[in-house]
């Protein structure tokens, strides 16, 4: 008699969800793609698949509310099935997209088109105004009636300050997130490194931590004025975490995300990496890099995005003026905060778990997904304890624009579980 292919038994893992309290050696059953038994007492029913854990820790699956998977108009960066793999290869099943696509994501069909073919679970923002060009709204509710889950201009500020209430006025309507890419274009070029010494010594522009901050301060109190809730991209920036800390005292509805790279390298990486640490916004100073950390373990800044952005490798050959700005982060997310922050010291890995599952879940109204009866079956095993050197080459992404490129990191995924089937495991 064979194994029933619908039931999967995960036999003697270390369980870890702090959404549910959960941090017990135990086992999971999951039938037809959901989990019908969690915890210590669980055995196996009858003929089916059986996984040995071997106490390695069993997560939620991540979430990433923040991907570039350049599909459509620049599939030569990625695709939705390199995008998806690379998504799996980091733990992540679902990830939300940004609509600076070609063409952008500023109409139901390329809303729906864009979601059509799901490997994993894609989810995608609309764009706030057509070509995210701060000329004219696109049609919010149309948008999020083709499956948008939230609206952003995400690549650039929106520098329209009216055009930023209206969408927030929608949100507190619709009950929708605005995401924010702050940065105002008054403030100076958009260069590629903080003022100061590096940016001298490299002979390239500096770009001015205001750029960000005084978009933040605008939209806050945008917030504060429609009732909307604004969700800040990306922040790296000092006084934005400051305005952000004040607006969460005050009740607003404020979210806000930050990057690996913010919170584990600064603008003195810069001259080492290249390109490679070529980003929007930069890598900032270490008092920005600290606080970021200190705001994201006190909840301040809610959850962990990668910003994944490929590029080709020629793109990146351009130098730093010349190359385009983003880092791909998906394989190397968990693994590099792990690494620097929580085994150091500096954040509980029950606020990593937190802020990769159940936040930013929550924050774009996603369905809740983690080590409980009834969820659906995502699930990633992890090896705490395995060190493995980052190499690109080796990388599910098409693209290799990785500033931890040669690292030496700890903590591994073993193998990623979408629906209740294996999707990517490690082949090393």
Same mark, same amino acid.
């Not at 991907?67 to 733990?91: C, I, W, Y």
């Given at each position: 008699? #064979?194994?029933?292919?619908?039931?999967?038994?995960?036999?003697?893992?270390?369980?870890?969800?702090?959404?549910?309290?959960?941090?017990?050696?135990?086992?999971?059953?999951?039938?037809?793609?959901?989990?019908? =038994?969690?915890?210590?007492?669980?055995?196996?029913?009858?003929?089916?698949?059986?996984?040995?854990?071997?106490?390695?820790y /069993?997560?939620?699956?991540?979430?990433?509310?923040?991907? +570039?998977?350049?599909?459509?108009? $620049?599939?030569?960066?990625?695709?939705t099935?390199?995008?998806?793999?690379?998504?799996?290869?980091?733990?992540?099943?679902?990830?939300?997209?940004? @609509?600076?696509?070609?063409?952008?994501?500023?109409?139901?069909?390329?809303?729906?088109?864009?979601?059509?073919?799901?490997?994993?679970?894609?989810?995608?923002? %609309?764009?706030?105004?057509?070509?995210?060009?701060?000329?004219?709204?696109?049609?919010?509710?149309?948008?999020i009636?083709?499956?948008?889950? =939230?609206?952003?201009?995400?690549?650039?500020?929106?520098?329209?300050?009216?055009?930023?209430?209206?969408?927030?006025q929608? #949100?507190a309507?619709?009950?929708?997130?605005i995401?924010?890419?702050?940065?105002?274009?008054?403030? %100076?070029?958009?260069?590629a490194?903080?003022?100061?010494?590096?940016?001298?010594?490299?002979?390239?522009?500096?770009?001015?931590?205001?750029?960000? #901050? #005084?978009?933040v301060?605008?939209?806050?109190?945008l917030? &504060?004025?429609?009732?909307?809730?604004?969700?800040?991209?990306?922040?790296?920036?000092?006084?934005?975490?400051?305005?952000?800390? $004040?607006?969460?005292?005050?009740?607003?509805?404020?979210?806000?995300?930050?990057?690996?790279? +913010?919170?584990?390298?600064?603008?003195?990486?810069?001259?080492?990496? =290249?390109?490679?640490?070529?980003?929007?916004?930069?890598? =900032?100073?270490?008092?920005?890099?600290?606080?970021?950390?200190?705001? /994201?373990?006190?909840?301040?800044?809610?959850?962990?995005?990668?910003?994944?952005?490929?590029?080709? @490798?020629?793109?990146?050959?351009?130098?730093?003026?010349?190359?385009?700005?983003?880092?791909?982060? &998906?394989?190397?997310?968990?693994?590099?905060?792990?690494?620097d922050?929580?085994?150091?010291?500096r954040?509980?890995?029950?606020r990593?778990?937190?802020?990769?599952t159940?936040? @930013?879940?929550?924050?774009?109204?996603?369905?809740e997904?983690?080590?409980?009866?009834?969820?659906r079956?995502?699930?990633?095993?992890?090896?705490?304890?395995?060190?493995w050197?980052v190499?690109?080459?080796?990388?599910?992404?098409?693209?290799?624009?990785?500033?931890?490129?040669?690292?030496?990191?700890?903590?591994k995924?073993?193998?990623?579980?979408?629906?209740g089937?294996?999707?990517?495991e490690?082949?090393?």
């Amino acid at each position: 008699m #064979s194994p029933d292919d619908g039931i999967v038994f995960i036999r003697n893992a270390r369980l870890f969800d702090p959404a549910q309290g959960l941090d017990v050696e135990g086992s999971v059953l999951v039938k037809d793609g959901k989990i019908t =038994g969690v915890g210590p007492g669980v055995v196996p029913v009858g003929d089916m698949k059986t996984i040995e854990a071997e106490g390695k820790y /069993l997560f939620p699956a991540f979430c990433d509310p923040h991907v +570039h998977f350049r599909t459509p108009g $620049q599939t030569e960066k990625e695709d939705t099935n390199s995008g998806s793999m690379a998504a799996l290869a980091g733990g992540f099943t679902t990830v939300i997209q940004m @609509p600076n696509t070609t063409p952008v994501l500023d109409k139901p069909d390329l809303i729906r088109e864009a979601t059509a073919d799901e490997p994993i679970e894609l989810k995608v923002l %609309g764009a706030v105004t057509y070509g995210s060009e701060s000329r004219e709204l696109t049609d919010f509710a149309s948008l999020i009636d083709a499956g948008a889950v =939230g609206l952003t201009d995400d690549g650039q500020g929106i520098a329209v300050p009216v055009f930023m209430k209206a969408a927030l006025q929608f #949100s507190a309507e619709r009950g929708v997130p605005i995401a924010c890419h702050a940065e105002e274009p008054e403030y %100076g070029v958009r260069g590629a490194v903080r003022p100061g010494l590096i940016a001298d010594s490299l002979g390239v522009p500096g770009w001015n931590p205001a750029r960000e #901050s #005084s978009m933040v301060e605008r939209d806050i109190g945008l917030a &504060l004025e429609t009732g909307g809730h604004v969700h800040f991209c990306h922040v790296s920036v000092d006084y934005s975490v400051e305005f952000i800390h $004040q607006a969460k005292q005050d009740g607003l509805m404020v979210t806000s995300e930050v990057t690996p790279h +913010h919170l584990t390298l600064t603008v003195n990486d810069v001259p080492t990496l =290249g390109a490679d640490a070529k980003m929007n916004p930069p890598l =900032g100073t270490e008092k920005d890099r600290e606080l970021l950390i200190e705001a /994201l373990a006190d909840g301040t800044i809610d959850c962990i995005a990668t910003d994944h952005a490929p590029h080709t @490798p020629e793109e990146k050959s351009r130098g730093l003026e010349r190359s385009p700005f983003g880092v791909i982060g &998906l394989e190397t997310s968990f693994s590099v905060v792990y690494t620097d922050l929580v085994r150091t010291g500096r954040i509980g890995l029950d606020r990593l778990v937190e802020a990769m599952t159940r936040v @930013p879940r929550k924050i774009y109204n996603l369905e809740e997904v983690g080590l409980f009866k009834g969820s659906r079956a995502d699930l990633v095993m992890v090896d705490l304890g395995k060190t493995w050197t980052v190499d690109p080459d080796k990388f599910e992404s098409k693209a290799r624009n990785c500033p931890f490129a040669k690292r030496e990191l700890t903590g591994k995924i073993m193998w990623t579980m979408y629906r209740g089937n294996i999707l990517w495991e490690n082949g090393d």
